[in-house]
T-cell receptor, first 114, second 115 residues
C-alpha cells in the first residue's frame, strides 16, 4: 500500500539552529512528493514539491528537501530556524498516473525555543 | 486573489443530526478535493471532483457521507446521521486541473464537533 511516514511526532530546536524533518515513502514507483506547513488556524501551505529531475528541491521560506531513492526518503531541511517556523509539518505523496489523491504522513510538530 | 474558503469555520451538532459543509474553490479551478483531518493525524482523502462529476469517491468512509458540486464550482459535503467519530476538521482544496503537478490549494477547514 502507498504510504508516507514521518517518524518524529515532535521536534524542538533553538532559534538559529539547523532543522531536518524526516519523511519516508512507500510507493511502487517514484511518487510526486510534497511538504506542507500548517499553522494554527491556517490552511495547509505548500513549501515545496518534487516530481523528477534535480533531487535537491528549493522551496519557500528558506526550506529545501532532498529526494533519496536509495533511502526512500524526502527530508526537509532549513539551515537556520526562525521562531515563526513553529508549526506542524506534513509530508505527502501522490502516485501519479490517474491518481490525484494526496497521502499524508501524520505530521511533525516543530517547537522553536528562543 | 481570494483563496479557498470554507463555511462554517466551526460546526457543533448533536449525534444523529444532518450537517452540510461548504467549500468555495479558487475561481477557475476545475478540480476540487475534500480531506478529513482527525486529531493528531494527517489529512485523509475523501473525494475529488473534476468539474461537476465525482472522479474518485473511494475515501468516503460510508454511505452517510455524500458530496456534490452541481455547477462545477462550489461544493457541499453532506453528512447524515452524524456520529461522534465524525468529529474532525474537514479540509477542502482546489487545483487548476487534475494533474499530479498541479498544486492543491487548501482552505482553512471546518471543525466539526459531534456531541
Amino acid at each position: 500500500a502507498q504510504s508516507v511516514t514521518q517518524p518524529d511526532i515532535h521536534i524542538t530546536v533553538s532559534e538559529g539552529a539547523s532543522l531536518e524533518l524526516r519523511c519516508n515513502y512507500s510507493y511502487g514507483a517514484t511518487p510526486y512528493l510534497f511538504w506542507y506547513v500548517q499553522s494554527p488556524g491556517q490552511g495547509l501551505q505548500l513549501l515545496l514539491k518534487y516530481f523528477s529531475g534535480d533531487t535537491l528541491v528549493q522551496g519557500i521560506k528558506g526550506f529545501e528537501a532532498e529526494f533519496k531513492r536509495s533511502q526512500s526518503s524526502f527530508n526537509l531541511r532549513k539551515p537556520s530556524v526562525h521562531w515563526s517556523d513553529a508549526a506542524e509539518y506534513f509530508c505527502a505523496g501522490l502516485s501519479g498516473g490517474s491518481n490525484y489523491k494526496l497521502t499524508f504522513g501524520k505530521g511533525t510538530l516543530l517547537t522553536v525555543n528562543p | 486573489g481570494a483563496g479557498v474558503s470554507q463555511t462554517p469555520s466551526n460546526k457543533v451538532t448533536e449525534k444523529g443530526k444532518y450537517v452540510e459543509l461548504r467549500c468555495d474553490p479558487i475561481s477557475g479551478h476545475t478540480a476540487l478535493y475534500w480531506y478529513r483531518q482527525s486529531l493528531g493525524q494527517g489529512p485523509e482523502f475523501l473525494i475529488y471532483f473534476q468539474g461537476t462529476g465525482a472522479a474518485d469517491d473511494s475515501g468516503l468512509p460510508n454511505d452517510r457521507f455524500f458530496a456534490v458540486r452541481p455547477e462545477g464550482s462550489v461544493s457541499t459535503l453532506k453528512i447524515q446521521r452524524t456520529e461522534r467519530g465524525d468529529s474532525a476538521v474537514y479540509l477542502c482544496a482546489s487545483s487548476q486541473g487534475l494533474a499530479g503537478y498541479n498544486e492543491q490549494f487548501f482552505g482553512p477547514g471546518t471543525r466539526l464537533t459531534v456531541l
